[in-house]
Every structure is written in structure tokens, then in C-alpha cells.
């Protein structure tokens, strides 16, 4: 009786490893033979049975832009450092008032400090909460800004030749906040510490001193690759240009200083304006100019550029944006994009008037009536500000 039970489950064992063999070799000839080739699914939907490699970087979806009908109504503008943003600023805002989009449905966001600069965007430091309208020194975070603002929303940016924009900053920072005020003057005034400096000198010393642990480094280092949120420190050349790419694909047009004319034939195209809304006014500007050496201060900028990186996004995104404009124009039709600009430029010179900029810099006590949110969410406010270098601003 034993030797026929023992008969019978080494019977049952030896078809137990023959099953075994058969689906693993069955397994390997299906893997074989459908490694590369698509499946018909019972839906008639084309499968395929390879796994995707671990490795494999994640592609980045492109953000869908929709063709506007009719003139658009929520905007986020990034409003960036001395590149002439201020002047757009102002065509943005004639636009609003003239189609009367200013009404309670279309609520205008407070900024700059409100959104959290120099921090990046972050809803909750969102205020009114149904804004759908900014126009402020707010530090671009597509994620975030994508959550808060309405799916239609135009994203709008301008930028300016680096060494331009360099030259306004220094002008700017060194003459018209010499006291450092609620940290006005900073960086500069902790790179040149009480010493006369000429620029040159100035240049050398920024480039090696700068870093994310001075209060509004940025200022001189990679100020428009910051604003745009990018990180200033970043020298990574691969990872600069995936930066950038990315911020092309969030952005739905980037206004070159330089080419101030072109950039309003294509921003009326984005935003589906008439040509009344793309007059530009002249700015005028009481301040004085630091008497730069174009020639020799120039060639410095390169060369420590070139060493230490110190502005060297900056140089890749305006090249970048810079293609790009040349590459929207070709789009838009050489022939109507040259009729589209004679009459810009005819329109221009019918409306020539002077004014004055205003900068939203703000002092300690003004920010701190704007903030309308608890005590609990100015702390979370201050914190996100200090964490990115900017706590000079700080409320005391």
C-alpha cells in the first residue's frame, strides 16, 4: 500500500515539473517573439507587451496653448528685473482698463511679496484668491500658478541682453539706494563694503563673492534666469538648456527688449489684441547712468562670465528666446508678419507721449498693510522669503 502511494505522488511530482518547464519555456518563446511586435487587443487598440526600462527619463507633456478668439482676459505677466518691464507693464494695464476686464470677475493680483518673492509662486501666498491678473515682480512656478489661475491663462514674460540688463542693475542699485535701506542696495553694497570700486573691479569680486547664502545675491547673478524661477547657482550646461526648454513650454510668449516692435506684432497675435492696444510709450528716465566703458567693461563681463558662470543662464535663456522670436516670426508668415509691423510702426508714430516709471519697491511698513492673511500666514510668508535669500525684506 506505501509503495503504491509512493508510486502515485511521484507520478504527480514528475507532472508537476513538466508543467513547469513547458510554461516557463512558453513564456520565454512568447517574450521572444512579441519583444518588438504589437498585440491586437480584444478592443483593437495597439498594445505592446515590452516594460518600459527603468532608466528611461520621463517625458515632459507639452502644455496645451489654445489659438485665442477673442481678446484675452487672464493673464499672469512676470514681471522681470531692469529689462524695460515696466514699460510693458503699463500696455498691459491701458489693455485691461480699455476693455474693461478690471471688474469683480477679474480680480487683480497683489504682488510682488504677497506671491512669496523672491521665493518662488505658491498659492497659498495667492491674494485675492480669484485673481486672474498679475502683473508683478512675481518669481514664475508654472506648477503652482497652473493650479491657482484659470486653464486660459496666458503666461507673458519679457527679457533683455544680459549685459544691458547688468548695466541697469549696477545704475540702479549703486546710485538710487546708497543708504541700503530695507536692503535696497543689496547685493552690491556687501560686494564693494564701504570701498570705491569701478566696475571692472566690481565684476570680479561679485563673481567670486555671490552666492545663495548673501541676501538677494540673484541681483547679479542670473537675475532674469531667477525671476523665471530658475536656480541662479545652476552651471550645468545639459541641465540649463532641459531648464530652459521646460520654461519654453510654459511660457506662451518671452518679449525681447531688443526687439521691442517685433515682440508687440506677436503679442498682439498671443493675446488677441486690436492695434490700439500695442502702443508703446517712450520712457524717460531722470537717473543717472554709470559711466561704463562699453568696450573694456564689456570684454570683463565675457571673460568672468566664462570663468565663473556668474551670469552665464542668463546668456543661454536670452539665446534661447532670442531663436525662438526669430522662429515665431518665420511661423507667423514673412510677408503678413512685415505688413503686420509697417502698420505697428505707423500707429507708433502717431502716439508719441513722455512718462515717468514708478518701481513697486516697497519699504518694510507698506508691504505689511498689504498682507491681508493672519499672523499664522505672514510667519509662513516670512519663512518662504528668508529661505530664499530675501529676508532684508522681512517685516520686523
Not at 502515485?8 to 513547469?20: E, P, Q, S
Not at 546708497?178 to 564701504?194: E, S
Request: charged share 30%.
Amino acid at each position: 500500500m506505501e509503495g503504491y502511494r509512493g508510486s502515485i505522488l511521484m507520478f504527480f511530482g514528475l507532472v508537476c515539473v513538466v508543467y513547469v518547464g513547458i510554461n516557463q519555456l512558453e513564456r520565454r518563446t512568447l517574450q521572444h517573439v512579441y519583444k518588438h511586435k504589437q498585440v491586437v487587443s480584444k478592443t483593437n487598440v495597439f498594445v505592446t507587451t515590452e516594460e518600459p526600462k527603468k532608466e528611461t527619463e520621463q517625458v515632459v507633456v507639452p502644455r496645451k496653448k489654445e489659438k485665442c478668439k477673442s481678446p484675452v482676459s487672464t493673464l499672469v505677466y512676470i514681471k522681470t528685473h531692469k529689462t524695460g518691464s515696466t514699460t510693458l507693464r503699463r500696455l498691459l494695464r491701458q489693455y485691461y482698463e480699455r476693455h474693461h476686464f478690471t471688474n469683480a470677475k477679474t480680480k487683480e493680483f497683489f504682488g510682488p511679496f504677497v506671491g512669496g518673492y523672491p521665493g518662488r509662486f505658491h498659492c497659498i501666498f495667492k491674494y485675492p484668491e480669484n485673481a486672474t491678473f498679475s502683473k508683478s515682480h512675481t518669481r514664475f512656478n508654472a506648477e503652482e500658478m497652473q493650479k491657482c489661475f484659470p486653464p486660459e491663462t496666458k503666461y507673458i514674460t519679457i527679457i533683455r541682453e544680459p549685459w544691458a540688463a547688468f548695466q541697469s542693475g549696477y545704475d540702479y542699485y549703486a546710485k538710487t539706494f546708497q543708504d541700503n535701506k530695507h536692503c535696497f542696495g543689496m547685493p552690491l553694497t556687501y560686494v564693494v563694503n564701504g570701498q570705491y570700486m569701478d566696475v571692472q573691479t566690481f565684476l570680479l569680486k561679485a563673481s567670486i563673492l555671490l552666492n545663495d547664502s548673501v541676501p538677494w545675491y540673484f541681483r547679479f547673478r542670473n537675475y532674469q534666469s531667477h525671476d523665471l524661477g530658475l536656480d541662479p547657482m545652476l552651471t550645468d550646461k545639459e541641465e540649463i538648456e532641459k531648464q530652459i526648454q521646460k520654461l519654453d513650454n510654459d511660457l506662451d510668449l518671452v518679449i525681447i527688449n531688443e526687439y521691442m516692435e517685433e515682440s508687440m506684432v506677436l503679442l498682439k497675435d498671443t493675446m488677441c489684441m486690436n492695434w490700439n492696444d500695442v502702443r508703446l510709450s517712450t520712457r524717460v528716465s531722470s537717473r543717472r547712468k554709470t559711466p561704463f566703458k562699453t568696450d573694456v567693461h564689456r570684454q570683463a563681463f565675457h571673460k568672468l562670465n566664462h570663468i565663473y558662470h556668474f551670469l552665464f543662464q542668463d546668456i543661454a535663456l536670452y539665446e534661447h528666446f532670442n531663436r525662438t522670436l526669430w522662429k515665431r516670426v518665420e511661423a507667423y508668415g514673412r510677408k503678413r508678419f512685415a505688413e503686420d509691423l509697417e502698420k505697428l510702426r505707423a500707429g507708433l508714430h502717431r502716439y508719441k507721449r513722455e512718462f515717468q516709471d514708478i518701481d513697486e519697491e516697497m519699504d518694510e511698513e507698506s508691504w505689511s498693510e498689504l498682507v491681508p492673511g493672519t499672523d499664522k500666514w505672514k510667519a509662513a510668508m516670512r519663512n518662504h522669503m528668508i529661505s530664499n535669500a530675501g529676508d532684508c525684506y522681512v517685516p520686523k
